[in-house]
């Protein structure tokens, strides 16, 4: 917006503060009232007058002529001579509101007389008369503030504020209006309301009912933009005075909410239905009023802007296209600033409309200098304008010269072109050189199709042309013929360079392999593999059905390698485009795919394996370390296949983890062998076959392995499994050393997991003892006795090892002191009993305190059925206590 648009808005809220101030004069009866309504209304329609005489005057003065179109003259002046309206307006309301103050007088009163007035009528009384600057300044806040608001850059923001701030007006001033207060006539010390009586109310509401066909015309004819912002002032203004009036209760049948639906409603319906519409209108009426002045650049703009506001405006439109088509370069010499304002588009246009049809020879070189203004003032429309001097030179049949051009047209690798205004022309340069005359196309013709790069492009112009005209059969026999004609290698190296074509038919190419991926003849079937091979980089829906086809028609003439190299294409393809946004064949096809990958990668594997256990069998370690290594990326790639198998939806789930299990194994991998394991005894926890390799692989794991894993796989590793497994071999009486060592292994791997664990710490200290490692684990039970005792199963431990220590201190260490406290500590425990109290007796004997022996031998000798009955009386007869 410019600095007059700010000060347009100033002016009309400074209109509203002087009208408001000639308002508030509002004498006592009706019939002053018209006298001061008459008078001022006189002066304003005079400004305007001489503003509207001032504007017609310029126009004339500029070349209009009125009676060329009479109907459009009188908006033409409204909207060219805004600063002659707005000063008429403004200057007729100053002075309507100065001849009212004493200093006019001399002047004033002779004036009105003329018309029947006195001075009385037309004076300003006080206080109303002293609040001239305030109504100016209020007005001037007032108008900056509308300034300000129509600065609201989003339309709805403003649209939506506007409805709130009319709400505003029309309620403040309906609240607020009668207390406005002047001194009281007959009681100087007393004040009353300026517009107690309905009267002077009704008054007021006329006055500014008055006020609002002059603010519309200034906002009609102003330059600056029309907005919600005026209509929202209007409508405020509306409301206020339908309220003074008494509008609800004069009009029957009209409730009481009618002075703030009305505005509202008279917003919401001007501001999305009139408004639009009148801003393209105005615009576009100065468009054609300053073309027809010859003032083009002014007239681009406004075509320029009505179409900025509604792209479809078809008055916008056609006054833009008659402004270019008139253009001449004696006219762009004239106005050397309209070249900066052409739309080169429509320059164009000319242009070919100068050349579509056979052309004379001046109308070439009209068209010739347009192209070369294009090309220096707009290169990135270059490809069109050699288009054209393509056209230009063969209407004057000079063949070599447009051969010349249309090759470099053609070419993808012509410096400067812009791609997508060079696709735009593409197709229409490619029908010149096949289609076009004789000795054009005897120069280009088909065999142009041959150069590197070509095809593509012209299949690409096609399928654009279809997309754009699906009947042209021209562009539908290019199809036919280029798609029959392409090589795979020239769709691979357009990819290499631009990557995957975004205006290829891979549909049709699709329907053309199916064609002939059959056939007999193995030319044309490689033909319709690489048309399926194409097929399939594009349509990655329908990919793994597609590489399915050819993997299919490969391993039917032999060639494995190549077979699994197109289901590495479905994973591929499986990958990239979501397995589950797959149709539910294409993902059975991908799935199998996945499968069949894994088992020829394992197969592979083991071919590799066996020679690593030959070289074993056969002495050789570094043979065999290199073997493994060599078999162990097969098995890995076989992992991934299966993973992804299971992930991405496979129904053999179970399968799926054993199969996992066995290749980390293969791999010597048994830590992740061992989670997968147990991942299948989820869903069979009885299988034989994952029972046994669970027992194979914990007895692999090595401690080191699990502890640098122990983050990351210590929910997945069955501390209870390693528990439970060498608690039932501790608990055979036959276990020999290898079976102890297991043992051992596995309660060290369950400590990794649950470093503090009392039954881990009890089971290891066990496997010691059993293997004749008193001393560590003694000092095992030691460190479980002297830690917390947890609940449940910890609890239970910890007893356990309290009374196993007490046995060790008692019957191997000979530290009856040491035991009796043990005992006395696992006494507190519910699982104890008579045998508990048995110890106890024996270790305060082997103390030699007799009389602790004797209490606790009693004790036990209540239990009369208990097997250590006996042995208590034996021991109180040997105490001489029976």
Same mark, same amino acid.
Request: charged share 25%; aromatic share 10%.
């Given at each position: 917006?410019?600095?007059?648009?700010?000060?347009?808005?100033?002016?009309?809220?400074? =209109?509203?503060?002087?009208?408001?101030?000639?308002?508030?004069?509002?004498?006592?009866?009706?019939?002053?009232?018209?006298?001061?309504?008459?008078?001022?209304?006189?002066?304003?329609?005079?400004?305007?007058?001489?503003?509207?005489?001032?504007?017609?005057?310029?126009?004339?003065?500029?070349?209009?002529?009125?009676?060329?179109?009479?109907?459009?003259?009188?908006?033409?002046?409204?909207?060219?001579?805004?600063?002659?309206?707005?000063?008429?307006?403004?200057?007729?309301?100053?002075?309507?509101?100065?001849?009212?103050?004493?200093?006019?007088?001399?002047?004033?009163?002779?004036?009105?007389?003329?018309?029947?007035?006195?001075?009385?009528?037309?004076?300003?009384?006080?206080?109303?008369?002293?609040?001239?600057?305030?109504?100016?300044?209020?007005?001037?806040?007032?108008? =900056?503030?509308?300034?300000?608001?129509?600065?609201?850059?989003?339309?709805?923001?403003?649209?939506?504020?506007?409805?709130?701030?009319?709400?505003?007006?029309?309620?403040?001033?309906?609240?607020?209006?009668?207390?406005?207060?002047?001194?009281?006539?007959?009681?100087?010390?007393?004040?009353?309301?300026?517009?107690?009586?309905?009267?002077?109310?009704?008054?007021?509401?006329?006055?500014?009912?008055?006020?609002?066909?002059?603010?519309?015309?200034?906002?009609?004819?102003?330059?600056?933009?029309?907005?919600?912002?005026?209509?929202?002032?209007?409508?405020?203004?509306?409301?206020?005075?339908?309220?003074?009036?008494?509008?609800?209760?004069?009009?029957?049948?009209?409730?009481?909410?009618?002075?703030?639906?009305?505005?509202?409603?008279?917003?919401?319906?001007?501001?999305?239905?009139?408004?639009?519409?009148?801003?393209?209108?105005?615009?576009?009426?100065?468009?054609?009023?300053?073309?027809?002045?010859?003032?083009?650049?002014?007239?681009?703009?406004?075509?320029?802007?009505?179409?900025?506001?509604?792209?479809?405006?078809?008055?916008?439109?056609?006054?833009?296209?008659?402004?270019?088509?008139?253009?001449?370069?004696?006219?762009?010499?004239?106005?050397?600033?309209?070249?900066?304002?052409?739309?080169?588009?429509?320059?164009?246009?000319?242009?070919?409309?100068?050349?579509?049809?056979?052309?004379?020879? %001046?109308?070439?070189?009209?068209?010739?200098?347009?192209?070369?203004?294009?090309?220096?003032?707009?290169?990135?429309?270059?490809?069109?304008?050699?288009?054209?001097?393509?056209?230009?030179?063969?209407? %004057?049949?000079?063949?070599?010269?447009?051969?010349?051009?249309?090759?470099?047209?053609?070419?993808?690798?012509?410096?400067?072109?812009?791609?997508?205004?060079?696709?735009?022309?593409?197709?229409?340069?490619?029908?010149?050189?096949?289609?076009?005359?004789?000795?054009?196309?005897?120069?280009?013709?088909?065999?142009?199709?041959?150069?590197?790069?070509?095809?593509?492009?012209?299949?690409?112009?096609?399928?654009?042309?279809?997309?754009?005209?699906?009947?042209?059969?021209?562009?539908?026999?290019?199809?036919?013929?280029?798609?029959?004609?392409?090589?795979?290698?020239?769709?691979?190296?357009?990819?290499?360079?631009?990557?995957?074509?975004?205006?290829?038919?891979?549909?049709?190419?699709?329907?053309?392999?199916?064609?002939?991926?059959?056939?007999?003849?193995?030319?044309?079937?490689?033909?319709?593999?690489?048309?399926?091979?194409?097929?399939?980089?594009?349509?990655?829906?329908?990919?793994?059905?597609? =590489?399915?086809?050819?993997?299919?028609?490969?391993?039917?003439?032999?060639?494995?390698?190549?077979?699994?190299?197109?289901?590495?294409?479905?994973?591929?393809?499986?990958?990239?485009?979501?397995?589950?946004?797959?149709?539910?064949?294409?993902?059975?096809?991908?799935?199998?795919?996945?499968?069949?990958?894994?088992?020829?990668?394992?197969?592979?594997?083991?071919?590799?394996?066996?020679?690593?256990?030959?070289?074993?069998?056969?002495?050789?370690?570094?043979?065999?370390?290199?073997?493994?290594?060599?078999?162990?990326?097969?098995?890995?790639?076989?992992?991934?296949?299966?993973?992804?198998?299971?992930?991405?939806?496979?129904?053999?789930?179970?399968?799926?983890?054993?199969?996992?299990?066995?290749?980390?194994?293969?791999?010597?991998?048994?830590?992740?062998?061992?989670?997968?394991?147990?991942?299948?005894?989820?869903?069979?926890?009885?299988?034989?076959?994952?029972?046994?390799?669970?027992?194979?692989?914990?007895?692999?794991?090595?401690?080191?392995?699990?502890?640098?894993?122990?983050?990351?796989?210590?929910?997945?590793?069955?501390?209870?499994?390693?528990?439970?497994?060498?608690?039932?071999?501790?608990?055979?009486?036959?276990?020999?050393?290898?079976?102890?060592?297991?043992?051992?292994?596995?309660?060290?791997?369950?400590?990794?997991?649950?470093?503090?664990?009392?039954?881990?710490?009890?089971?290891?200290?066990?496997?010691?003892?059993?293997?004749?490692?008193?001393?560590?684990?003694?000092?095992?039970?030691?460190?479980?006795?002297?830690?917390?005792?947890?609940?449940?199963?910890?609890?239970?431990?910890?007893?356990?090892?309290?009374?196993?220590?007490?046995?060790?201190?008692?019957?191997?260490?000979?530290?009856?002191?040491?035991?009796?406290?043990?005992?006395?500590?696992?006494?507190?425990?519910?699982?104890?009993?008579?045998?508990?109290?048995?110890?106890? %007796?024996?270790?305060?004997?082997?103390?030699?305190?007799?009389?602790?022996?004797?209490?606790?031998?009693?004790?036990?000798?209540?239990?009369?059925?208990?097997?250590?009955?006996?042995?208590?009386?034996?021991?109180?007869?040997?105490?001489?206590?029976?």
């Amino acid at each position: 917006m410019t600095p007059w648009h700010r000060n347009e808005y100033i002016l009309k809220g400074l =209109f509203f503060g002087l009208w408001a101030f000639f308002a508030l004069q509002v004498p006592p009866t009706s019939q002053d009232a018209w006298k001061d309504i008459f008078w001022v209304l006189g002066w304003v329609g005079t400004g305007l007058a001489v503003g509207l005489v001032l504007g017609v005057g310029r126009l004339v003065r500029r070349g209009v002529k009125p009676w060329a179109n009479w109907k459009a003259f009188p908006l033409l002046v409204l909207l060219e001579s805004s600063v002659f309206i707005y000063a008429g307006i403004m200057t007729g309301l100053m002075c309507g509101i100065l001849s009212g103050r004493e200093l006019a007088e001399p002047w004033a009163r002779p004036l009105a007389q003329l018309f029947g007035l006195t001075w009385d009528d037309i004076k300003h009384t006080p206080p109303v008369s002293e609040w001239l600057s305030f109504c100016a300044f209020g007005g001037a806040v007032l108008g =900056f503030g509308l300034y300000r608001m129509r600065q609201i850059e989003d339309g709805r923001w403003r649209f939506l504020t506007g409805i709130g701030v009319a709400a505003a007006f029309v309620y403040l001033a309906s609240e607020y209006i009668l207390e406005i207060k002047v001194p009281d006539p007959t009681d100087a010390t007393k004040s009353v309301s300026l517009f107690e009586s309905a009267a002077s109310r009704v008054n007021l509401g006329i006055y500014l009912l008055l006020g609002l066909p002059f603010f519309y015309l200034l906002t009609f004819c102003g330059e600056a933009e029309e907005s919600e912002v005026e209509i929202m002032t209007f409508c405020g203004v509306l409301g206020i005075a339908l309220h003074l009036v008494g509008f609800a209760t004069a009009v029957p049948g009209v409730g009481a909410a009618a002075p703030f639906l009305i505005p509202i409603v008279l917003y919401f319906v001007y501001a999305t239905r009139v408004l639009p519409g009148l801003r393209v209108f105005k615009h576009v009426l100065r468009g054609f009023s300053y073309m027809n002045l010859g003032q083009l650049a002014l007239a681009i703009r406004f075509f320029r802007r009505a179409l900025e506001l509604n792209p479809n405006s078809e008055l916008a439109l056609e006054g833009m296209h008659r402004l270019h088509n008139n253009l001449t370069l004696a006219t762009l010499e004239r106005h050397p600033d309209l070249i900066e304002e052409l739309d080169f588009k429509l320059c164009l246009d000319r242009s070919t409309a100068l050349l579509m049809v056979p052309p004379t020879q %001046a109308a070439r070189d009209e068209a010739a200098r347009f192209l070369d203004l294009v090309e220096k003032k707009k290169p990135v429309y270059l490809a069109r304008v050699d288009y054209l001097r393509v056209i230009s030179l063969v209407h %004057a049949k000079q063949y070599e010269f447009a051969s010349e051009a249309l090759a470099r047209l053609l070419s993808p690798e012509t410096p400067g072109y812009h791609p997508t205004v060079r696709n735009q022309v593409l197709f229409d340069a490619w029908f010149l050189a096949i289609d076009g005359p004789k000795g054009l196309t005897d120069r280009m013709g088909w065999p142009e199709l041959n150069k590197p790069g070509r095809r593509m492009e012209a299949i690409g112009a096609v399928e654009r042309k279809l997309a754009a005209d699906a009947n042209n059969e021209k562009a539908k026999e290019y199809r036919n013929v280029l798609y029959s004609g392409l090589q795979e290698g020239e769709f691979v190296a357009a990819v290499a360079v631009g990557g995957a074509p975004k205006d290829f038919n891979y549909d049709y190419v699709e329907q053309l392999g199916y064609q002939l991926a059959d056939d007999n003849d193995p030319e044309r079937r490689e033909r319709g593999l690489g048309y399926l091979r194409i097929a399939g980089r594009g349509l990655l829906a329908r990919a793994p059905g597609i =590489f399915k086809k050819l993997a299919d028609a490969s391993e039917k003439y032999g060639d494995a390698h190549t077979a699994r190299g197109y289901s590495e294409q479905i994973k591929l393809a499986g990958r990239t485009f979501g397995p589950r946004n797959f149709a539910k064949d294409q993902k059975e096809i991908y799935l199998n795919a996945l499968r069949k990958l894994a088992a020829l990668a394992e197969a592979e594997g083991d071919v590799i394996k066996a020679e690593a256990d030959a070289a074993d069998a056969n002495g050789d370690a570094v043979g065999r370390e290199k073997k493994d290594a060599e078999a162990r990326p097969y098995y890995e790639s076989a992992i991934t296949d299966l993973q992804l198998y299971r992930d991405d939806g496979g129904g053999a789930v179970l399968e799926a983890y054993r199969k996992i299990a066995e290749l980390y194994g293969k791999t010597r991998d048994a830590l992740n062998a061992v989670i997968n394991t147990a991942a299948a005894l989820e869903y069979s926890s009885s299988d034989p076959d994952l029972l046994q390799k669970r027992d194979s692989y914990y007895y692999s794991v090595t401690i080191e392995r699990l502890t640098r894993a122990k983050e990351s796989v210590g929910k997945w590793f069955d501390v209870g499994y390693c528990v439970k497994k060498a608690m039932s071999i501790l608990n055979r009486s036959d276990a020999d050393a290898d079976l102890l060592d297991w043992a051992t292994h596995l309660a060290r791997l369950a400590k990794v997991i649950e470093p503090t664990s009392n039954r881990v710490r009890m089971l290891e200290a066990r496997c010691l003892l059993r293997r004749g490692e008193r001393d560590g684990g003694l000092q095992l039970l030691e460190d479980v006795r002297e830690g917390p005792k947890g609940s449940g199963d910890e609890e239970e431990a910890w007893y356990n090892a309290t009374r196993l220590l007490g046995q060790l201190y008692l019957e191997e260490l000979s530290r009856p002191d040491l035991a009796v406290r043990a005992y006395l500590d696992y006494k507190d425990y519910h699982k104890s009993g008579a045998d508990t109290l048995f110890n106890i %007796a024996k270790c305060y004997e082997a103390m030699n305190e007799p009389a602790n022996a004797i209490k606790y031998y009693n004790a036990v000798t209540v239990y009369e059925e208990h097997p250590k009955y006996w042995d208590a009386k034996e021991a109180l007869r040997r105490l001489g206590k029976e």
